[in-house]
């Protein structure tokens, strides 16, 4: 069986470990720093595998030890934005939590793949590769399998088609700068730019940018978890049975979309062996300045974060 260690058991933390268990993909470890709630969460969580007919072993612990061996490490530890706050705000505070949870996770696993959830999530990622000094390839931040499934889920809402025929590409930083890419977005491969009216799609377009503030708005208190963590289990699937998956993913820059010393949401294919390949679409004029937009914002935060630690 695979393992995979999740870091802040958490909302998404947590409930990354319902979706996974549900796959039957790898035996879990449920990691954070409050004593007992890892416990009695993967206690309870077990406690659900007879009834859904899962073998899966999932343990919860305040302890990295226990983390030995994973072949994915899981990263959410760490603060969720609250309404008005930004997420660069979280910037210092969860840089230090992540800072350890990835350096700590290495030192037992140090095969791992890691995926990085935390916010300022392209910084977050950023700084874990820094610190763990891993190649590209295996730390991955999640952002875009997100955003796409929140702007696929607007489109199914407004054309009444189902999501499966639905794809649709965010790329960019994960922050209101996103790019939802109209022209690749298509159903049944039809563009959405030919399906939908305008107006429409520009309501989509918008509403995707601001869909984690619209659930922290509504919530009052914490953030999305459900699709968050759903995301992470997809990509958890397509690295643990080498599905070759294309989906947009943060990953380090090294030259593509004109990009260097970044993390930032392309498309990248997802095995074994962490990310296989990059993909460089074909931007028209608009596209390229909207994506070079979102890399300033994103530099800009990567450029806070150097200035607070030293990597
Ligand atoms: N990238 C994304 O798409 C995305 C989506 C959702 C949430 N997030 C981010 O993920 C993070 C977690 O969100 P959440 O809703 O699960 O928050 P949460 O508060 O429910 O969970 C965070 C957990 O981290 C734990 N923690 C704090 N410090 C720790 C440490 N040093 N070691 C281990 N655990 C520690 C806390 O005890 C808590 O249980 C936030 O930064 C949030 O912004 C990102």
């Given at each position: 069986m695979n393992k995979i260690s999740i870091i802040g058991a958490g909302m998404t933390g947590a409930t990354a470990a319902h979706w996974l268990a549900e796959r039957e993909l790898a035996d879990l470890v449920l990691v954070d720093v409050v004593e007992g709630m890892p416990q009695g969460k993967a206690l309870d969580m077990a406690e659900a595998m007879p009834i859904i007919g899962k073998d899966v072993e999932i343990v919860g612990t305040n302890?990295?030890?226990?983390?030995?061996?994973?072949?994915i490490i899981i990263i959410t530890a760490g603060i969720a934005r609250k309404p008005?706050?930004?997420?660069?705000?979280?910037?210092k505070t969860n840089a230090d939590i992540v800072g350890k949870a990835a350096t700590e996770t290495l030192k037992y696993s140090p095969d791992a793949i890691f995926i990085v959830l935390t916010n300022p999530l392209d910084t977050m990622a950023y700084l874990t590769m820094r610190m763990t000094k891993?190649?590209?390839?295996r730390v991955i931040g999640q952002a875009g399998v997100l955003d796409s499934a929140r702007m696929r889920a607007f489109v199914a809402m407004e054309?009444?088609?189902?999501?499966?025929n639905i794809q649709c590409y965010v790329l960019g930083g994960?922050?209101?700068?996103m790019v939802p890419l109209t022209r690749q977005s298509n159903i049944a491969g039809i563009s959405l730019k030919d399906y939908l009216p305008a107006d429409k799609l520009e309501a989509i377009v918008n509403r995707t940018r601001k869909g984690g503030g619209e659930i922290v708005n509504l919530l009052k208190t914490g953030s999305a978890y459900y699709a968050p963590s759903a995301a992470c289990a997809q990509m958890a699937e397509a690295i643990l049975k080498d599905k070759h998956l294309i989906v947009p993913c943060a990953a380090h820059m090294e030259?593509?979309?004109?990009?260097?010393d970044m993390f930032f949401g392309v498309p990248v294919q997802l095995g074994r062996k962490g990310i296989e390949r990059i993909i460089e679409y074909k931007l028209d004029a608009d596209e390229k300045a909207a994506l070079d937009k979102s890399a300033a914002s994103v530099k800009e935060t990567h450029d806070a974060l150097k200035n607070l630690v030293t990597l």
């Open positions: 302890d990295y030890a226990a983390t030995k061996n994973s072949d008005g706050m930004s997420r660069d705000d979280l910037l891993l190649p590209r390839e054309s009444g088609v189902s999501v499966e994960h922050g209101d700068k030259g593509e979309y004109g990009l260097k």
